[in-house]
């Protein structure tokens, strides 16, 4: 029996454009989703849209709509960036559909009659950008408002509130009884950390006179709830009819961490004793030429146009290579470019030309089968197994960097082999040796690039697919059995020519690296 593996990824506010930080979010998990699929994992790839809140509400009304009329073009926004990414997720929740908000409700309701949540006025700092009441902690070392918070006013209100507070030592214990729970493991020592001040009760709702935008409080009409509470649950409602929780990864971004994923998502589902997620995969920050990524420069929004211009597959490479998933990242043009002529068009895209192209003019386009194996190709075949087992090492923990790193190591292992050999200077020769050497040479290298289209099917589902095609090969769904050095490519027919990534020169529409 297949074991399920249920994946999800932040819901993005619907209050602007899709950026680069989304994109990056769902390319990460959507790796991850086929790597899975692919090793035999039932994959369950969830992805969404949060949709309640102030900011929409007033956006709505700026621009003189209906919050819902406004979500649904935004909805449409979001869905085209995931199909330019060649994303496979496996459901979209939007908070604003009924099967969402039923289970919100029915929470809300639980906890309500447990006494777990109750009724209180309180006096606090509130930012209106951020929707949440603040505290002096949130002020910065010069006792002032960072500027995340925008204005800040005080504010009296009655609101509704979960005891947040008495799950404190249970979380405390569960985060260091379960070293996984959050990967990289740096970040859970910064939650305890945070863990080791006393937790507030967490508010958890809004007055309708100051925010109808979301969902109504079963229990008191004059309320809806506050945009975490409805937000998180999201990763259950979708799923509420399956039997798919806990959910195996959340992958989310630093930023809402602690205390959103971190802390309020494990307590409110303790306290409706519900497992609590295995794993929140926590990636860091991207930048776009060194200054924030953010919406008013544009900047992150512009870096979105390489998925135009260079393909889903070239972009979502630069992305897995560049970023370790924990740490931040820089995304600059002149490093996609370089990566996209060096990694992809040269040492990649170039070998698989070569290979057509000896095997084209010297055995009439069928991969001969290997015959001399000498020092040299039986090191490749060994790097292949430290590499096999480096890549799919590095997967395991989701360090997809680290595993394209190892894996360009035997592509790069691969081109050194041919200068080597130098099978041009092979095949002038008459010499049986020479003949034998040119066989392995041309059946190695094509072997080894199946072995590499296959691992990267889930990082460039097209064009390794392209790849395998061209060499011949048909296009695996599963791992198993696809993995071994082996000699299935000979007598495969290859293709005469084939451009992977095309760069100026050899590009009818001009994609420049
Ligand atoms: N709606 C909340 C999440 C609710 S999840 C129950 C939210 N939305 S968001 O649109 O602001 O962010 C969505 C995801 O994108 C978050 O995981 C966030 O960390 C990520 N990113 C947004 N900008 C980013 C970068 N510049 N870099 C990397 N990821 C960042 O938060």
């Given at each position: 029996?297949?074991?399920?593996?249920?994946?999800?990824?932040?819901?993005?506010?619907?209050?602007?454009?899709?950026?680069?930080?989304?994109?990056?979010?769902?390319?990460?998990?959507?790796?991850?989703?086929?790597?899975?699929?692919?090793?035999?994992?039932?994959?369950?790839?969830?992805?969404?849209?949060?949709?309640?809140?102030?900011?929409?509400?007033?956006?709505?009304?700026?621009?003189?709509?209906?919050?819902?009329?406004?979500?649904?073009?935004?909805?449409?926004?979001?869905?085209?960036?995931?199909?330019?990414?060649?994303?496979?997720?496996?459901?979209?929740?939007?908070?604003?559909?009924?099967?969402?908000?039923?289970?919100?409700?029915?929470?809300?309701?639980?906890?309500?009659?447990?006494?777990?949540?109750?009724?209180?006025?309180?006096?606090?700092?509130?930012?209106?950008?951020?929707?949440?009441?603040?505290?002096?902690?949130?002020?910065?070392?010069?006792?002032?408002?960072?500027?995340?918070?925008?204005?800040?006013?005080?504010?009296?209100?009655?609101?509704?509130?979960?005891?947040?507070?008495?799950?404190?030592?249970?979380?405390?214990?569960?985060?260091?009884?379960?070293?996984?729970?959050?990967?990289?493991?740096?970040?859970?020592?910064?939650?305890?950390?945070?863990?080791?001040?006393?937790?507030?009760?967490?508010?958890?709702?809004?007055?309708?006179?100051?925010?109808?935008?979301?969902?109504?409080?079963?229990?008191?009409?004059?309320?809806?709830?506050?945009?975490?509470?409805?937000?998180?649950?999201?990763?259950?409602?979708?799923?509420?009819?399956?039997?798919?929780?806990?959910?195996?990864?959340?992958?989310?971004?630093?930023?809402?961490?602690?205390?959103?994923?971190?802390?309020?998502?494990?307590?409110?589902?303790?306290?409706?004793?519900?497992?609590?997620?295995?794993?929140?995969?926590?990636?860091?920050?991207?930048?776009?030429?060194?200054?924030?990524?953010?919406?008013?420069?544009?900047?992150?929004?512009?870096?979105?146009?390489?998925?135009?211009?260079?393909?889903?597959?070239?972009?979502?490479?630069?992305?897995?290579?560049?970023?370790?998933?924990?740490?931040?990242?820089?995304?600059?043009?002149?490093?996609?470019?370089?990566?996209?002529?060096?990694?992809?068009?040269?040492?990649?895209?170039?070998?698989v030309n070569r290979l057509l192209n000896m095997v084209g003019r010297n055995y009439a386009g069928s991969i001969p089968?290997?015959?001399?194996?000498?020092?040299?190709?039986?090191?490749?075949?060994?790097?292949?197994?430290?590499?096999?087992?480096?890549?799919?090492?590095?997967?395991?923990?989701?360090?997809?960097?680290?595993?394209?790193?190892?894996?360009?190591?035997?592509?790069?292992?691969?081109?050194?082999?041919?200068?080597?050999?130098?099978p041009?200077?092979?095949?002038?020769?008459?010499?049986?040796?020479?003949?034998?050497?040119l066989d392995?040479c041309l059946a190695?290298v094509a072997?080894?690039?199946?072995?590499?289209?296959?691992?990267?099917?889930?990082?460039?589902?097209?064009?390794?697919?392209?790849?395998?095609?061209n060499i011949g090969?048909?296009?695996?769904?599963?791992?198993?059995?696809?993995?071994?050095?082996?000699?299935?490519c000979?007598?495969r027919k290859v293709s005469e020519?084939?451009?992977?990534?095309?760069?100026?020169?050899?590009?009818?529409?001009?994609?420049?690296?």
């Amino acid at each position: 029996m297949t074991r399920p593996f249920y994946i999800t990824t932040a819901i993005d506010y619907a209050n602007g454009a899709p950026h680069l930080g989304h994109a990056y979010e769902k390319v990460l998990a959507d790796v991850i989703s086929r790597h899975q699929r692919m090793s035999g994992y039932q994959v369950h790839f969830l992805t969404g849209l949060d949709e309640h809140g102030q900011k929409v509400q007033q956006t709505a009304q700026k621009r003189e709509v209906n919050p819902q009329v406004f979500v649904d073009e935004i909805a449409e926004i979001f869905k085209a960036m995931l199909k330019s990414l060649n994303i496979s997720n496996d459901d979209y929740i939007r908070t604003t559909e009924s099967r969402h908000q039923l289970v919100v409700q029915s929470f809300l309701q639980k906890l309500y009659d447990q006494g777990l949540i109750y009724s209180g006025k309180k006096t606090d700092w509130y930012s209106t950008r951020q929707e949440q009441f603040l505290t002096d902690k949130d002020r910065d070392v010069d006792g002032n408002w960072p500027e995340i918070y925008g204005e800040v006013t005080q504010t009296t209100e009655e609101n509704y509130y979960f005891k947040l507070s008495q799950y404190q030592p249970w979380l405390i214990e569960h985060i260091k009884s379960h070293p996984d729970f959050i990967n990289p493991s740096f970040r859970a020592k910064q939650v305890l950390e945070f863990l080791k001040e006393p937790l507030n009760d967490l508010c958890i709702s809004r007055p309708k006179s100051r925010l109808t935008w979301g969902i109504e409080l079963p229990f008191d009409h004059n309320f809806v709830t506050y945009v975490w509470f409805d937000a998180l649950t999201n990763y259950y409602s979708a799923v509420a009819d399956k039997n798919l929780w806990p959910a195996d990864v959340h992958v989310i971004g630093k930023d809402i961490l602690s205390p959103p994923h971190a802390v309020y998502w494990p307590c409110m589902l303790k306290a409706l004793n519900i497992d609590p997620p295995k794993q929140l995969l926590v990636h860091g920050w991207w930048t776009v030429d060194s200054k924030k990524a953010s919406k008013s420069e544009g900047n992150a929004n512009d870096s979105l146009n390489l998925i135009q211009s260079h393909g889903a597959d070239a972009f979502r490479y630069y992305l897995s290579r560049e970023m370790v998933v924990g740490q931040d990242a820089d995304f600059s043009h002149k490093g996609f470019g370089d990566r996209y002529k060096a990694d992809l068009a040269n040492n990649l895209g170039n070998l698989v030309n070569r290979l057509l192209n000896m095997v084209g003019r010297n055995y009439a386009g069928s991969i001969p089968a290997p015959s001399a194996d000498e020092e040299l190709e039986k090191s490749l075949r060994d790097l292949w197994s430290v590499t096999q087992k480096k890549y799919f090492d590095s997967f395991a923990s989701y360090q997809i960097s680290h595993a394209l790193e190892s894996l360009w190591v035997f592509v790069s292992a691969m081109n050194a082999f041919i200068e080597t050999r130098a099978p041009w200077k092979l095949a002038k020769s008459t010499a049986p040796q020479d003949k034998a050497r040119l066989d392995s040479c041309l059946a190695y290298v094509a072997e080894g690039l199946r072995l590499v289209g296959t691992v990267l099917l889930p990082i460039m589902p097209e064009s390794a697919a392209k790849l395998l095609v061209n060499i011949g090969q048909p296009v695996p769904t599963h791992f198993e059995g696809q993995l071994n050095w082996s000699t299935v490519c000979t007598g495969r027919k290859v293709s005469e020519k084939c451009i992977l990534f095309p760069q100026n020169e050899d590009s009818a529409s001009g994609v420049k690296a």
